[in-house]
């Protein structure tokens, strides 16, 4: 019962005390308000009885008077003011900071040529600005308006940092944050703006291939117009421009008085406006062949007479088409390939991707590795040749012959490998090679028009869909297969009223799956504007590659493009020739019919004499073809010694040279013809 009280008696002291505060604290007030009172009375009677007495004071000053612990005179940081004004938010002020774009991965600044390069293809130094608060997302839509290029990288990029000292420095990377590149970390990294960073692409590589003077990229330089041309172009570029620009001739007084030459003019047979630097070269070939399109070396690529063509006149046949793509092919830079013949398909397609000093809009140069030979067309002709062969066996299946399709490969589209094949079919019929002849019919509608309407039951290559369609035809129950149909995309009843549809269903799942190849593969057509050509001349390039006439060389075609040059007639050495030509056509005839026992064939004579398998596809050039065959009758004289020799070929000039003492039997000939086709690939002479 005691500790129950405790609190009560507690509680009671407490209301005791309270009084008590209130009646101490109430009499501390009113003492204060009388010394106040008093002081204001003083106050009032001193100015009462003067002008030049003093002013009463204000109550801050009698506040300090009265209690000078609390309030001191003259000081603001003891100011009996409760409320301190709101701090305004600081404006963080702009940096200036100098960029470099790299073009792709490297570990060391570029050599000033390569800057030149890099500011040409508008990559290269920028200076920027940008503030301090900036965030990452911030710092790369500021990069990506400098640089338009960069709105195409998807494998990431880092902000590097030369060393010190000059020349070619190691560059190191500038580390992120956990959120990113900040302006504070640019600020910081560039020391204020005083050091240069370098922007690393990661995985891509941009091409260095000069852009015109109106580009993007050059938007916002300072421009002039040259003088001699009186283009206007960056004044970054017109300094290296003027040294190449060649000033114009002195023109006499006459001239002057003589009215200007026009700029166009009208071809007299064809009646299409030219202009008048490529007039004279189009009206020196304009009605050969029945076509008024230039050859492919007639005039620059890069004058608008080929596109004039395509838009004022229709094209009457597949010559047409291969003449006006031949004109497309710029021939101011070249696209240069070093590839070897071991695992040729690969490496070509790798090496392709990579090249990125040039385009395929270039003209072709091909060199293999470890060969002397130097390429004049005979080399290009061979890579082509072997990389339309090699890209039917790697992306695409169906049977010889009768057309295939792409193969169902997410790896190899993911690589774009059927991007380089379509890139490289334009480039075989622009430069000389062979038709892509490969395509089934359904595959060439689909480029063209993006529907699946012509798939048929033959086109269907796959093992499993082949062998479920075999089954809808063949068996009456469907329950056993029901999960494959429904699998294929079918949604209808599964019954035996419905095969066709079911078996439509599967074909067209089987074709569905490849578009994505084919959506690809059009891409890479789009080079020399093909595929514009390809829609507006659906009958005329479909012979182009889609599978059917086949222009597999025969030994007729060969035989009859001879020129031998002969001895006088009724010498030993005239028989002697003509016996080793009886040799060649005979060799020739029995690999068509079939008698070579390690599978040698005509086309591959045709390749081994010319660099190319194929008929050529132009008509002009069947007619010009000729493959000129010499007669060593000597090679005993030089060297008496020797047992055996044999034939030596130029591809390039299409030239065959036989040593007459060792052709003459017909069974030496056949032996020493198949060793010389299969081991003398090679351009080991020049």
Known sequence: MASDKEPNKQGRRTQQRSPQVAEAATEAVQNILSVLNQSLGNSRTDNSQGQNSRQPQSMDEEMARSFPGLFRRGTKRNSPCMYRPTKIAKHWS??????????????TTPSPVQDLQHMQAGLGKRTLSMPKDFTHAEVSSLFQSTYPKMKTISGGWLLYKAAGGNGRRHLSVVPPESEGYTGSTIRSASAGG?????????QEEFDLTPLPHDAQEFGLM???ECKTCLKIMPLQLLALHVKQCSAPDTVSDSELDSEPEPKEGTCPLCQVVFPTRDLEIHASVCGDVGSHLDSPASY??????????????????EEDVLRWLAAQVDASKEFCLCVSRTNLIERGLMLW??????SPQNVLKVTFMGEAGVDTGALRKEFLTEMIAGIETRLFEGEDGKGKMPKYSINDLDNGLFRAAGEIFAVSLAQGGPAPKILQEWCYDFLLTGNLETVDVKDVHDQELSSLIQMVEEVEDLSSCTEQIINCGYTGPINKDNKDKIKRAIMLHSAARRTLMLRQLREGLQLYGLMGVMEKNRQLCRDLFVAGNSDEVDSFYIVSHLCPKMSEKGTQRHATEIQILNNFQDFLQELEDGSAEDGLSVPDVMQWLTGQAHRHLLLSERETFKIHVNFDHTCMERM?????CYPVVSACTQTITFPSVHFVNKNDFNEKMETAVKSGAGFHLI
């Open 94 to 107: 702009s940096f200036n900071f100098t960029v470099f774009l790299l073009c792709k991965n490297c570990d």
């Open 300 to 317: 620059d690529s890069a004058s608008p007479v080929g596109l004039q063509l395509l838009q004022n006149e229709e094209m009457s046949c």
């Open 640 to 644: 008496p010694q020797h047992t055996t």
């Open 194 to 202: 005083k050091t240069m960073l370098y922007i690393v692409p990661l």
């Open 222 to 224: 300072p421009k002039a």
């Open 353 to 358: 991707q990579r090249q990125k000093h040039s």
